[in-house]
């Protein structure tokens, strides 16, 4: 490879990485991904029986809903009325207050984020591919897939060490990076944290970590296997 083909290698390899990163949290976000990571999450006790399991489940599944840029939520009213039938009230009703609801509507922006950011990174990797000079589109294809799966990998190892390590900083820092101070901390008894605990989150961002590993995993071998045949 030219110097000009191993930069434009590296400029996909990291839309590639972009498009692994932001396409895993929404397929976590999906209903079956969202029940399991809850259940094993919470430690049901012999007294709780199935109602009171099945009662967070439910609320997980609501959230997940309000949450999911794929699903129209409806508007969010400025006054809770008892007769709306949004997504919304729901939640409302069922005892989350306006500061968690508004966060919920923050978190909605960032999963939209993370939709447009899919599709334009996987649109400029293909304009780049498809108009970037190179003769040999399998070969750079390899090549961006490789780069790709070495800074995934580098940045998911330190990750999660550092989430081993410090989950609660590495947290915080997250949340810092896309939301507001003050619109993300809630007490201990409120229904977010009781739904969603800090264990929900770190079993969440091992399996984020593993999803994009799967994905840069999966296009390394494609390209593995095309740039293998254009070899034969």
């Known amino acids: 490879m030219s110097g000009r083909e191993r930069l434009l290698a590296w400029l996909i390899a990291v839309l590639i990485l972009l498009v692994a990163m932001s396409v895993s949290p ?8 969202v029940r399991w990571i809850a259940i094993a ?17 439910r609320r997980a599944e609501t959230v ?4 999911d840029p794929l699903r129209p939520a409806g508007r969010y009213p400025a ?37 447009w950011l899919t599709a334009a990174s996987a649109a400029l990797a293909a304009v780049l591919a498809a108009f970037g000079g190179v003769k040999d589109r399998r070969h750079l294809a390899f090549g961006a897939a490789t780069r790709a799966l070495i800074l995934g990998g580098t940045a998911a190892a330190v990750l999660l ?4 390590l410090a989950f609660e900083p590495l947290f915080g820092a997250f949340h810092a990076l896309f939301f507001r101070e003050g619109t993300w901390t809630f007490p201990m008894d409120s229904w977010l944290i009781r739904t969603f605990p800090e264990r929900f989150w770190a079993i969440a961002a091992a399996g984020w970590a593993g999803m994009t590993i799967g994905w840069l995993g999966l296009a390394w071998l494609g390209a593995f296997l095309v740039d293998r045949r254009r070899l034969r």
């Open 26 to 33: 929404l397929l976590l976000a999906r209903p079956t991904a």
């Open 41 to 57: 999450t919470h430690t049901w006790s012999p007294s709780a029986g199935g109602a009171d399991r099945e009662s967070v489940l």
């Open 64 to 67: 997940r809903q309000a949450i």
């Open 79 to 115: 006054r809770w009325s008892k007769t709306a039938r949004d997504i919304w009230t729901r939640l409302h009703a069922a005892g989350f207050g306006d500061d968690e609801l508004s966060h919920l509507r923050d978190v909605r922006g960032v999963f939209g984020l993370a939709l």
């Open 161 to 164: 060490a550092t989430g081993a």
